[in-house]
């Protein structure tokens, strides 16, 4: 039984910085491609970012440049460190498997708001 857990959000100011945790039970990094996504309420699911077991990585546009994602396949965690964050990152951010998100893997996510 896979099981993932975000934490690291919070609420911070605009320009601030966070930086997301996702731990995995079981082998969960055998899987190529993990990725982190967000949702907003009334929204459709968006994906942040992805990176391969090799570690190559790929953004959405609206963060490119601000967030970094990467991965410690021997302790099966997944980070995004998020800089110069927006009220617009405002969400609750998930980490999954890519391109295919699991039903079974959804966690409880972890609540992002940037607010001053």
């Known amino acids: 039984q896979v099981q993932l857990v975000e934490s690291g959000g919070g609420l911070v100011q605009p320009g601030g910085s966070l930086r997301l945790s996702c731990a995995a039970s079981g082998s969960i990094f055998s899987i190529d491609t993990m990725g982190w996504y967000r949702r907003v309420p009334g929204k459709q699911l968006e994906l942040v970012a992805r990176i391969t077991s090799s570690g190559a990585t790929n953004y959405a546009d609206s963060v490119k440049g601000r967030f970094t994602i990467s991965r410690d396949n021997a302790k099966n965690l997944l980070y995004l460190q998020m800089n110069s964050l927006k009220p617009e990152d405002t969400a609750v951010y998930y980490c999954?498997?890519?391109?295919?998100?699991?039903?079974?893997?959804w966690g409880q996510g972890t609540q992002v708001t940037v607010s001053s």
């Open positions: 999954n498997t890519y391109p295919f998100p699991r039903a079974d893997y």
